[in-house]
């Protein structure tokens, strides 16, 4: 139980253009949602904290603008990277916290690569 | 803030032999404490995790101690495997309910045959 998937799993853009990354959790209501980026070799760094019905919270340093989250429904939080930038390119993984013995959830992750 | 602080990678090891990878940590309150593994290609999995001071987390002959007095949560296992090769974290999350979680750097292991 406890899943949360995220799509898509691999993603190409061009410069300029935005991407839509989404989770969703299928059998249980994430009322919150964390977005990490994983640079290659890296840690996971925490992006923004988002809540349903509420503005997410954005770590500092992260630009609101351009990563734009949605919690629009219990079931659905979504990642807008805008105007993306060859910089932007980079691993993105959503987490849910959820009751019961292992305390979190994470999406498959997002790879996104931007040309 | 809180933060982890991991041993830099990459390990390397013969298959079988003894695995340590050294995590402290640095929080306010009674953190709980957690070990991720990310195979290659793949999302993140929980190894192990404990919630209080001593508690011990095990999974698949990996162990490690929730130590206070020493701010650690060392991973350890007696028995490497070729299959577990991957890149390991450290993360704590804040008492009290389902917070963000802190990540170490992440430690490469790779074991060969």
């Known amino acids: 139980g406890a899943v949360v998937s995220q799509h898509p799993s691999w993603v190409i853009c061009k410069s300029g253009t935005s991407v839509k990354i989404e989770c969703r959790s299928l059998?249980?209501?994430?009322?919150?949602m964390f977005w990490y980026r994983q640079f290659p070799k890296q840690s996971l760094m925490l992006m923004a904290t988002?809540?349903?019905?509420?503005?997410?919270?954005?770590e500092q340093g992260v630009e609101k603008d351009k990563f734009l989250i949605n919690h629009a429904s219990l079931t659905l939080s979504t990642l807008t990277v805008t105007s993306a930038h060859p910089e932007d390119s980079s691993f993105y993984i959503c987490?849910?916290?959820?009751?019961?013995?292992?305390?979190?959830?994470f999406g498959s992750g997002t790879r996104l690569t931007v040309v | 803030g809180n933060s982890v602080t991991q041993m830099e990678g990459p390990v390397t090891l013969s298959e079988e032999a003894f695995l340590t990878i050294n995590c402290t940590y640095t929080?306010?309150?009674?953190?709980?404490l957690f070990w991720y593994v990310q195979y290659p290609g793949e999302g993140l999995q929980l190894l192990l995790k404990?919630?209080?001071?001593?508690d011990k987390g095990s999974n698949k002959g990996f162990e490690a101690t929730y130590r206070k007095e020493t701010t650690s949560f060392h991973l350890e296992k007696g028995s490497v495997q070729v299959s577990d090769s991957a890149v390991y974290f450290c993360a704590l999350s804040d008492s009290g309910g389902y917070n963000k979680l802190i990540f170490g750097a992440g430690t490469r292991l790779a074991v060969h045959p």
């Open positions: 404990a919630t209080k001071a001593d």
């Open positions: 988002s809540n349903e019905g509420s503005k997410a919270t954005y």
């Open positions: 929080a306010t309150g009674y953190p709980s």
């Open positions: 059998d249980f209501q994430a009322t919150t």
């Open positions: 987490s849910a916290p959820v009751r019961g013995r292992d305390g979190y959830t």
